[in-house]
């Protein structure tokens, strides 16, 4: 099976190392256990931008049904390619944008078990791991309350330290040059919007300025994703 995860949004992939550090930044709390009760959403839809471009890089719903299977939809985007897929809890079918028959992992192949989501075993994006969080690494942080009694929280990471801690675990990344997050927490303890800016060295030399958004809307009050399949491909 071909990795749907859209390169440009690696570093969102990376999951939260919580170490052993003793002394985490305001907020650290606040940011774990929202990244949590994301994992526990029995449905949502989550969008995310390369804010450097303005382009819709991924556009993900899902819920989960009575049986505690996950029904989701995917949209994905790597520079000029773009990949869709969907699921129905049974069946995962996916294709890449121009290709006019869908390619869909039923029971009967063998990497089955990894492609079919539910409750515990969730898609990629219904994962805590796309918010990024490495409390031992933060540099300066702010956090500021809102009126509604929610939060934004802001961390600024030391290079050094992120890239001793979180660098190697990026496919494709030789370092951190530097990065900051920004987390906008509702009074729900919900993670509603995450943006990241920074600038990563490639393995091969190359700098490249990282600049997105992940917005979450929709949470727990998503119950249907229309059926995009239309022709499959009955050859393999």
């Known amino acids: 099976m071909r990795k749907l995860l859209p390169g ?21 709390n606040d940011v774990k256990a929202a990244k949590e009760n994301y994992e526990k959403l029995n449905s949502a839809h989550t969008t995310m931008f390369d804010l450097s471009t303005g382009d819709k890089i991924m556009d993900f719903s899902f819920y989960i049904n009575n049986s505690g299977e996950m029904i989701l939809s995917y949209y994905g985007k790597d520079g000029a390619d773009e990949m869709y897929a969907y699921s129905n809890g049974a069946e995962y079918f996916y294709k890449d944008a121009g290709d006019e028959l869908w390619s869909v992992i039923g029971a009967d192949d063998e990497s089955y078990i990894y492609n079919i989501y539910n409750r515990e075993y969730r898609y990629p994006y219904a994962d805590g791991g796309i918010f990024f969080l490495d409390g031992g690494s933060v540099e300066s942080f702010s956090v500021t309350d809102k009126p509604d009694g929610g939060c934004t929280i802001v961390y600024v990471y030391d290079a050094d330290k992120l890239n001793a801690s979180a660098a190697e675990m990026l496919d494709g990344v030789s370092g951190f040059d530097s990065l900051e997050t920004t987390f906008e927490i509702n009074a729900d303890g919900y993670i509603t919007d995450f943006t990241e800016k920074g600038t990563v060295t490639d393995a091969d030399g190359v700098s490249r300025e990282v600049n997105m958004r992940i917005s979450v809307d929709m949470m727990n009050e998503v119950y249907e994703i229309p059926y995009p399949v239309d022709r499959v491909n009955k050859s393999k």
């Open 8 to 28: 440009a949004a690696a570093i969102a992939a990376v999951i939260c190392m919580s170490g052993c550090i003793a002394q985490m930044p305001d907020g650290y």
